[in-house]
Each structure stands twice: as C-alpha cells, then as structure tokens.
C-alpha cells in the first residue's frame, strides 16, 4: 500500500466515525459544549475542515480554499481567513454557530477535493516541501497531519456527543 492509499484509508475510517457522531444531531445539540471554555460540535467540524481546506487546497495545491471559492464563508456566517486554532475565549464566545447541514456541506466538498487530491497525485510529490519558504513539511507530512488532527477532533466530536445525549442515542 502506497503512502496516499493509506492516507484514504484512515480518512474513510474517520469520516465513518464522524458520520456516526453525527447521526441524529440536533441543531441544540451541535452548538451545545460542555463548559464556557469548551468548543462545540459545531466549532470542532468547523475548525478540522478550516484545516484541512486550508492545508489541502491553499498550501498543497496553491488553490483558493473552498471557503472562499465556493462561498462557504457566507454560506456559514463565519470569520473570513480564520481556522479557529489557538481562538481566545472572546473569539470562542462570539463564533456564531451554524447550521449543522450547512457544516456538514462544506466538510463534504472539502474531503471531496482532498479525495480527488490523493487519487491523482504523483507518490513523488509526497517528499515534497509543501512550503520551501515556511516550513520544512512535505506535501506527505501535511497530508499524514490532517489524518491525525481529524482523528483527533472526530474523537472530540464523539467525546461531546457522549456527554450530551449518549452515544447511541
């Protein structure tokens, strides 16, 4: 198995165990967080998708992101140019939560995008610098850190959801 193939892999497996997180959700429940200090469903699909349009389609295919290409930006009511990493608690507190269908649209068109990326790109590519001028990351690490930031928050999103309503119900 090549590197991109596993990365399709693990993707596939985590956005089934996102799909079942969500499963169900009410709006209440998406916005809803634990503690004044915590994120909500809703702010974590938000973010791991800012992320990851951000690395795939700006820093891997030098593209405009999807948030801006495809108005997801106004679709969402969401800060422009912003990821949510490192958001003070002000920045939390004012995030204006959206629709979950809505997320849940621009989450789909990005893993799209991502999918397509993965099932064309040249294993060469992989070893890469994604970003000469910035950082030492190749294209197959930044695509191996999107693997894990999603796994990561789809666990979070389960976390929240068990807190809330259970996670079978």
Not at 13 to 20: D, E, N, P, R, V
Not at 91 to 112: C, D, F, H, M, N
Not at 143 to 164: N, S
């Amino acid at each position: 198995m090549q590197l991109a193939q596993a990365i399709v892999k693990s993707l596939e497996q985590s956005q089934g165990y996102l799909a079942k997180a969500l499963d169900g959700l009410t709006q209440e429940e998406a916005a809803w967080s634990p503690a004044s200090e915590s994120n909500s469903i809703a702010f974590i699909l938000w973010h791991v998708t800012r992320v990851e349009d951000f690395f795939v389609v700006r820093v891997i295919q030098r593209q405009t992101e999807l948030y801006e290409a495809e108005g997801w930006r106004e679709k969402l009511g969401t800060p422009a140019k912003d990821t949510g990493f490192e958001y003070t608690l002000e920045q939390l507190r004012a995030w204006p939560v959206t629709k979950l269908e809505v997320l849940r649209g621009y989450s789909e068109s990005v893993r799209k995008k991502t999918l397509a990326l993965l099932s064309s790109i040249a294993p060469e590519r992989l070893s890469e610098l994604a970003r000469p001028d910035r950082s030492p990351d190749t294209v197959g690490g930044i695509l191996c850190r999107i693997t894990t930031e999603f796994a990561l928050h789809v666990g979070q999103i389960a976390y929240i959801r068990g807190i809330k309503r259970g996670i079978n119900k």
